[in-house]
């Protein structure tokens, strides 16, 4: 699944390739993906693309009329520069073709189509995105504004950190980053936490965003995905050794294999 570092990386990678350049059209394999019924992909062919930003888990390509609005889903990405670099990699759902003659493919290499497509005049309007809570790597984001996330709350905090209206863009494999760095078990409620605990898990979460930015920054978007799998330290890592304290990382119980911990470093109350 994209998390925000890799998000992050890939929004700056169609900055430097995207914008100044005027779209020829976009083809659409998928319709499925165009959530935005009422308008037409069609109404981006000649316009010039004018920014990129980033929304979570979301891109929006800004023009000089509308913009259109990726989201992600569970494994949607990007490829570039020509229509043939995905094959076999990933089903197309969407290629946009530029001027310059080169073609960006938007691409879901999910079982099930969960990639979205959005024209909007306003992307931050969009209800996908105006649902979404605050950006936690943004610069001015503080402690107090994980306490009020937190505190109170009876959600067990691995499902906590990837609740999208409280933080938006942290997903499966940074929250078991996040809360081995915490030394928190993540069945934890938030409400139990004490302000130690909370300041922790806040100076974890920021500390393993930034060092994410960093190591994904300039990275080609075709390697982000190996890079991201590459560093983790516990998840995806069952039966491999903790590299803070030598124990065996385990899968979390109930999560079906999709979510691990370290039961030395962050052992259940």
């Known amino acids: 699944m994209p998390e925000l570092p890799e998000v992050a990386a890939l929004a700056g990678f169609l900055r430097e390739h995207l914008v100044g350049s005027r779209i020829v059209g976009i083809e659409l394999e998928e319709y499925g993906a165009l959530k935005t019924r009422d308008r037409s992909l069609d109404e981006l062919a000649g316009r010039t693309v004018s920014g990129i930003r980033r929304f979570g888990k979301h891109v929006a390509i800004d023009t000089d009329g509308p913009s259109l609005v990726v989201g992600f889903g569970r494994a949607g990405w990007m490829a570039w520069p020509d229509a043939d670099a995905a094959d076999g990699a990933a089903p197309?759902?969407?290629r946009m073709a530029l001027e310059s003659g080169a073609?960006?493919?938007i691409t879901d290499a999910g079982a099930w189509l969960?990639?979205?497509l959005?024209?909007?005049d306003d992307a931050g309007a969009l209800p996908a995105l105006a649902k979404l809570g605050p950006d936690p790597a943004s610069?001015?984001?503080a402690t107090e504004d994980l306490d009020r996330v937190l505190v109170g709350r009876r959600k067990q905090l691995k499902a906590l950190l990837q609740e999208q209206e409280s933080l938006a863009g942290i997903g499966n494999a940074y929250s078991d980053e996040i809360l081995h760095a915490a030394r928190l078990w993540p069945l934890t409620h938030a409400a139990d936490l004490d302000a130690g605990q909370r300041a922790s898990l806040y100076e974890a979460m920021r500390g393993e965003l930034a060092a994410a930015f960093r190591a994904r920054e300039g990275v080609p978007i075709d390697q982000l995905k190996a890079r991201k799998v590459?560093?983790?330290?516990?998840?995806g890592r069952r039966g491999a050794p903790c590299p803070v304290c030598g124990?065996?990382?385990a899968d979390l119980p109930g999560s079906k294999g999709a979510a691990q911990y370290c039961p030395t470093c962050q052992p259940e109350p």
């Open 92 to 94: 197309v759902i969407a």
């Open 114 to 116: 969960s990639l979205t």
């Open 230 to 235: 590459a560093a983790m330290r516990v998840h």
């Open 103 to 105: 073609v960006l493919q």
């Open 118 to 120: 959005s024209v909007a």
């Open 139 to 141: 610069a001015d984001y």
């Open 247 to 249: 124990n065996t990382v």
